[in-house]
């Protein structure tokens, strides 16, 4: 079975510009999560998606937004770019049921750097 | 509010022996689940561990076991016969249960350096 499958694995873009992440659960699951990870803030949920609907939302501008197709792949869109968005994106998958079923399995992330 | 703490930035251990990596959790909600994360430096989170909060026995995954000591609210992973593959960071994780998603909330993580 295929794992999480993240594209592009490395970005680079500069200020003001928009960008599109692809990720491409594990096939069955339902749920898509995006999480932020940078050197001063750790890892940050970003959203989580399930059955094309967005049922939970982090702390994040409005410049972060995601989707959720009925093949339960998911793209996030981060709109004027900043630099301090310069960071490693990370998208998992689970089940979406209970608690054992969220076990997250997660993509190879996709590195974003913002000049 | 939600909260995993992670007191240990960085450990070394010798290759073969076993390695305990601290976690503390902090939640009012009784029923939840505590997960364990490896990230080698090419950046992938792999799975390693579950425990659930009613679960009775602690989790055991090949050479990972998790100590779960609900009381305490710790969940430390013990690491046994160490191998070089095994210098990562880990990360401890919550999810409370509920109807409805909710977020995963991640430790600020532990590097782990095995020496040979």
């Known amino acids: 079975k295929a794992g999480v499958t993240q594209t592009p694995r490395y970005l680079i873009k500069t200020r003001g510009q928009q960008v599109t992440l692809s990720c491409s659960p594990i096939?069955?699951?339902?749920?898509v999560s995006w999480y932020q990870q940078t050197p001063g803030q750790g890892l940050q949920f970003l959203f989580e998606?399930?059955?094309?609907?967005?049922?939970n939302k982090g702390n994040f501008p409005g410049r972060f937004s995601g989707r959720q197709f009925s093949n339960s792949r998911s793209e996030m869109n981060v709109s004027t770019l900043e630099l301090g968005d310069s960071a490693l994106y990370l998208c998992?998958?689970?089940?979406?049921?209970?608690?054992?079923?969220?076990?997250?399995?997660f993509g190879a992330g996709t590195r974003l750097s913002v000049l | 509010a939600q909260k995993i703490t992670q007191t240990q930035p960085g450990m070394f251990v010798q290759e073969k022996e076993a390695v305990t990596l601290d976690c503390t959790y902090d939640?009012?909600?009784?029923?939840?689940?505590l997960f364990w994360y490896k990230q080698p430096s090419s950046g992938e989170m792999i799975f390693l561990i579950y425990?659930?909060?009613?679960?009775?026995q602690n989790a055991t995954e090949g050479r990972y076991s998790l100590n779960f000591q609900k009381a305490r609210k710790s969940a430390n992973l013990v690491i046994s016969a160490s191998q070089l593959g095994d210098s990562a960071m880990y990360f401890c994780?919550?999810?409370?249960?509920?109807?409805?998603?909710?977020?995963?909330?991640f430790g600020a993580g532990t590097r782990l350096f095995v020496k040979a």
């Open positions: 998992a998958s689970s089940l979406g049921g209970g608690l054992t079923e969220n076990i997250q399995y």
């Open positions: 096939s069955g699951h339902r749920s």
């Open positions: 998606y399930f059955s094309e609907t967005q049922r």
């Open positions: 939640t009012s909600d009784p029923s939840y689940g």
């Open positions: 425990q659930g909060s009613y679960d009775q």
């Open positions: 994780a919550m999810r409370e249960g509920g109807t409805g998603g909710f977020k995963t909330i």
